[in-house]
């Protein structure tokens, strides 16, 4: 079992920026992929960002270049820095983690349906 409880939330004027953290317990962790969601209010969930055990990343285009996330493997906490902040990146984020996708190897997706264990979410407000 892995259980994830993220904190760092908050409100902040566009151009701001926020870090959020996620720390997990759990003893398979460190070999899983960990990422972060996002859904604002009547619009789907998306995937924001992945980061695998060797700590190889990926991004949604939509944040690539402004966020950035990484992880203290020695803490089970991985952050996501969040800069250059915009009103549309006001959502609910959630951390995630699970077990990598296998085809001929073992690789982290930014897909939803690989991430089994999910963070309670922490509220970030962009205002114009």
């Known amino acids: 079992q892995v259980q994830l409880v993220e904190s760092g939330g908050g409100s902040v004027q566009s151009g701001g920026s926020l870090r959020l953290s996620c720390a997990a317990s759990g003893y398979t962790y460190s070999s899983y992929c960990k990422g972060w969601f996002r859904q604002a209010p009547g619009k789907e969930r998306e995937g924001v960002a992945v980061?695998?055990?060797?700590?190889?990343?990926s991004y949604a285009d939509s944040v690539k270049g402004r966020f950035t996330i990484s992880q203290d493997n020695a803490k089970n906490t991985v952050y996501l820095q969040m800069n250059s902040l915009k009103p549309e990146d006001t959502a609910m984020y959630y951390c995630v983690a699970g077990p990598p996708y296998y085809s001929g190897g073992y690789y982290c997706r930014v897909s939803e349906v690989d991430f089994g264990y999910w963070g309670q979410g922490t509220q970030v407000t962009v205002s114009a």
């Open positions: 980061i695998d055990s060797d700590g190889s990343t």
